[in-house]
């Protein structure tokens, strides 16, 4: 069998190994000519940190991550609402890492050349379109100078929010979601901030939210910080992960956010850029397998980025998949039986997203206080209620303890 993935990033990249791990031969081809750093972080817990691990990344991981410690929520007076340990500090088998996100696909990357030789992934090979009949799929694609067509017997598009294989899918589908909430994300190095490796929100939406969290080590005992502000907001633009943000826009809701754990302000005016992106989804499709084609990843189920969830998705949906093909005489029914399993449990993770992420802790404590400081936390919210609100976000996502931990066992 020769499957042909559209698109190389974490979901592309993720299938490939798989792919290669069962046995089955594949090509990944990607747009761009070349890979460019793109620098923002990216979380990664302890349920797709498993599956990088059992992929033999573990060394290359650690090598460039920050293993995390715990979640820690606060309110915009900088106030501690919440914190509890995440990873291995949890106790999880696996741990949970940030990472540049120009790091992690260099290990995805490498692992890829390494195992599958340097013609696996062809860049500047754009998909345009696709055809299938009964023996398999012809696919078109253009580079700068030609357009043509390969063969393959499965293709698997991984080609992300803008997907072009989803759109010849979907012609009529709506251009995307949006939520009514504007991202600010930037990273600055500077000393490390409460534990040194602390995954943190502050404020509720309404009066600009930060996550913030540390993404790379550095030998003088400085850290690079990653950091995104969430405005709420009327209007959007095409969302592009390349486009230029000004600290203008949101600086404003944070000047008197300096506090003895992290001076904010100093944090973005401090920044190597800043980059903008809008809060946007695509409503869940009711199909995703098309005799020999499918999607994964961001062109399966594209989510608010609020939840630390798209990518490790899309490395959950690889190892179905991969598996499935290996085990399963006909591809169509392999196609099949992973949409069966994927399809329902991400299209609950894209609603939660929108409904109740895991900063509605942040909300519902603004709610209460009426924004306003709190004396003593256990006064406004227990902390029964409180975890049990964590707790929730962890089962939608498969990322519970006792579901992560049991396929070790
Ligand atoms: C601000 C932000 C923060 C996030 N934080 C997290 C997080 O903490 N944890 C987490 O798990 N996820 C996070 N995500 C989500 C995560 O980044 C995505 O879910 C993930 O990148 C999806 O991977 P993918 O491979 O499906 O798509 P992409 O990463 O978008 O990759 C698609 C690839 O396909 C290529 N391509 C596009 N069109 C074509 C074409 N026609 N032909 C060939 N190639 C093509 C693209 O160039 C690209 O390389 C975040 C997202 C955002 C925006």
């Not at 190994?17 to 081809?29: E, K, N, S």
């Not at 005992?221 to 943000?245: H, M, P, R, Y």
Request: hydrophobic share 40%.
């Amino acid at each position: 069998m020769h499957v042909a993935i559209v698109g190389g990033g974490i979901g592309g990249l993720s299938t490939a190994l798989y792919l290669h791990q069962q046995g089955i031969d594949c090509r990944v081809y990607e747009s761009v000519p070349e890979y460019k750093p793109l620098g923002v972080g990216i979380n990664l817990f302890p349920h797709a940190m498993r599956r990088l691990f059992e992929l033999g990344l573990e060394d290359a991981v650690r090598e460039v991550g920050v293993e995390a410690k715990e979640f820690t929520f606060f309110n915009q007076h900088g106030q501690l609402i919440y914190r509890e340990p995440c990873g291995r500090h949890a106790g999880y088998d696996w741990p949970h890492f940030s990472f540049h996100r120009a790091d992690l696909h260099r290990v995805l990357l490498d692992a890829v050349m390494a195992r599958l030789g340097p013609d696996a992934v062809h860049n500047g090979h754009r998909c345009s379109g696709f055809s299938q009949d009964d023996q398999g799929v012809t696919l078109q694609l253009d580079t700068a100078t030609t357009s043509h067509a390969v063969r393959a017997d499965v293709v698997i598009a991984c080609d992300g929010f803008h997907s072009a294989v989803r759109r010849q899918l979907y012609p009529e589908e709506a251009p995307a979601h949006f939520g009514g909430i504007n991202l600010w994300r930037g990273v600055t190095r500077g000393q490390p901030f409460l534990s040194g490796a602390s995954v943190t929100r502050c404020g509720a939406l309404r009066h600009g939210k930060l996550v913030v969290y540390p993404i790379r080590n550095h030998a003088d005992g400085t850290q690079t910080i990653n950091w995104a502000v969430e405005i709420l907001k009327s209007d959007w633009s095409e969302n592009d992960w390349n486009k230029t943000g000004q600290l203008s826009d949101f600086i404003d809701y944070f000047s008197n956010r300096c506090f003895p754990w992290l001076d904010i302000p100093r944090l973005f005016r401090e920044a190597e850029f800043i980059l903008e992106y809008p809060m946007v989804d695509r409503d869940p499709i009711p199909r995703w397998s098309f005799g020999r084609v499918t999607l994964l990843g961001d062109a399966a189920h594209p989510m608010y980025p609020r939840g630390g969830n798209g990518g490790a998705q899309s490395i959950l949906d690889a190892e179905l998949l991969a598996s499935l093909l290996a085990n399963c005489d006909d591809p169509v029914q392999a196609l099949q039986a992973y949409e069966a399993e994927r399809r329902p449990k991400t299209r609950d993770i894209v609603l939660t997203n929108r409904s109740t992420p895991p900063d509605a802790i942040i909300e519902r404590v603004d709610a209460l206080t009426a924004s306003q400081p709190f004396a003593r936390i256990e006064d406004v919210i227990s902390l029964t209620e409180l975890q049990g609100m964590s707790e929730l976000y962890k089962q939608v996502t498969s990322m519970d303890r006792a579901a992560v931990n049991v396929v070790h066992h």
